[in-house]
């Protein structure tokens, strides 16, 4: 069961004395520390959880006259296999109610993302049926009759938004603090995160599990997102994966069939390490160079003189090895975060997706468009399909790009030439670069990985050789 609550970063909630019960849980449970919303405002994040996606929704607005949507989503893959879903909000007026707001307010309809996928044809066209949209109301007594996936929105005075942070803990207390318990005996898992932060902490907000199968009392400092949580409720019922969950992985700790396992971050400048690579080449300054500028700059808008095909490179040099700090060639890489941080200025957010691809080309700092031969040109110079896709449209927030293939492709020995940052669409993307002066806000790599024990690699070159001998045998036969 996933609790949404409202518009706080993780400092104002978990260990601030406002939120008791909240942090009991993150006592008893796990706590991410480094857990982050996709964007902003409310509407885009609820839909991002929900479908891996903003379903090109980046507002609160009334969205009835674009929906339902067709698209993938949680509700529709749960039912897909073979199990059940419903969403709980409190003071929605009736089951299957699709307004826009209702209670003066209370009810909000941009925190049900269930209800853009409503449709009285359900379950076809990832449609979800009016009967799972219900009031709190509806919420069983019985807890062993919930659905195998449920979401429970509390209102706007409930949930953080209008209220304070105590009234918000107060009603998880009284309302779900049974459930609570009931499931660390019953195989449950009670999840409650939040749509955002306050706008003024880069995006980071409180997200604790609690119940049964979590490593209680673990605080997980490694980098994740709304789409990770996602994901991590589709592989925990075995569902197929929608949007960029799909491109993701399960949050790694927080369960005690995890494996254990190491996080190294790389970041220029900190802790000893100078192997970051970044610039940007312009089809409008065919030669420039931008390898000591502060400011990356992705822009596709030909109407301006010298912008049009402006495209980014980054490269992280020397993070697989044998020395301090590096990781063992050969690791399985269980997730991998590269986060670049949106520069403050007016302009420096887009209103376009920017895509990451894995670049096959070798470039360096002073590389141009014309020596990468009329810029760098996707599917010829880098992978077919970009890694990652998403909207970096706020302010002094980070963009984070899941590079877990690409890292894994580099540990099984590939060669490591990095990402091409391109543009989709004619807007523009500016953020730090790994020569911007405070040194944190540089960009970052974070790898979570698994040294494969060596007990391991011999039974999987056994089992190898009795394939291949089994193969052998059935061919001469």
């Known amino acids: 069961m996933v609790v949404i609550e409202e518009n706080k970063a993780l400092t104002q909630v978990l260990g601030s004395g406002q939120a008791p019960y909240l942090d009991s849980l993150a006592a008893g449970g796990v706590s991410l520390t480094n ?44 039912f897909a296999a073979g199990k059940t879903f419903a969403g709980y909000s409190e003071n929605l007026p009736s089951v299957g109610y699709t307004g826009f707001d209702a209670s003066g307010g209370l009810y909000a309809r941009r925190h049900n993302p269930w209800v853009q996928w409503q449709s009285n044809d359900a379950p076809t066209n990832n449609h979800l049926s009016p009967l799972v949209n219900l009031p709190f109301t509806a919420f069983p007594s019985s807890f062993s009759s919930l659905p195998n996936v449920s979401f429970v929105v509390p209102n706007n005075a409930n949930n953080m938004h209008d209220g304070t942070i105590t009234a918000g803990d107060n009603w998880l207390q009284s309302n779900l603090s049974a459930y609570a318990t009931w499931a660390q005996n019953n195989n449950s898992l009670l999840i409650v995160t939040f749509d955002e932060d306050n706008s003024a902490s880069r995006n980071r907000i409180p997200t604790v599990l609690y119940g049964a199968n979590v490593n209680a009392g673990t605080q997980l400092d490694e980098t994740y997102t709304l789409h990770n949580l996602l994901r991590t ?30 996080t190294a971050e790389f970041q ?10 970044d610039t940007y080449i312009e089809q409008g300054n065919p030669n420039g160079t931008h390898a000591t500028d502060t400011t990356l700059v ?12 402006q495209q980014g490179l980054i490269r992280f040099d020397s993070i697989f090895g044998n020395g301090p700090g590096q990781i063992p060639l050969g690791a399985e890489i269980l997730s991998a975060k590269l986060s670049i941080l949106t520069g403050s200025t007016s302009g420096d957010e887009t209103a376009n997706n920017i895509s990451l691809y894995q670049m096959t080309t070798n470039w360096n700092g002073t590389s141009t468009w014309n020596s990468l031969v009329g ?98 045998k059935k061919r001469l036969a």
């Open 375 to 472: 810029g760098v040109n996707v599917g010829t110079d880098t992978l077919n399909s970009p890694e990652f896709t998403l909207l970096p449209n706020v302010l002094s927030d980070y963009a984070i790009f899941d590079v877990t293939d690409s890292i894994q492709s580099f540990s099984n020995g590939a060669s490591n030439f990095g990402w091409l940052l391109n543009y989709t669409g004619t807007d523009g993307w500016r953020s730090r670069s790994s020569e911007f002066s405070v040194l944190t806000d540089r960009p970052n790599l974070e790898i979570t990985y698994r040294v494969v024990p060596e007990a391991d690699s011999w039974i999987m070159v056994a089992a190898a050789v009795i394939i291949f001998a089994g193969l052998v």
């Open 268 to 277: 220029q400048g900190i802790n000893g390490y100078t192997g970051t690579t």
């Open 298 to 309: 992705v822009d596709g808008d030909s109407s301006l003189p010298g912008v049009d095909g």
């Open 35 to 78: 857990m982050y919303g996709i964007t902003h405002p409310s509407q885009p994040n609820y839909l991002q959880l929900f479908s891996g996606s903003n379903q090109g929704v980046t507002n609160n607005n009334d969205t009835s006259s674009i929906t339902p949507f067709s698209t993938p989503n949680l509700g529709a893959a749960v």
């Open 233 to 262: 409720i589709e592989d925990s019922v075995g569902t197929t994966h929608s949007g960029a969950a799909a491109d993701v992985r399960s949050i790694v700790g927080a369960f005690t069939t995890d494996p254990v396992f190491q």
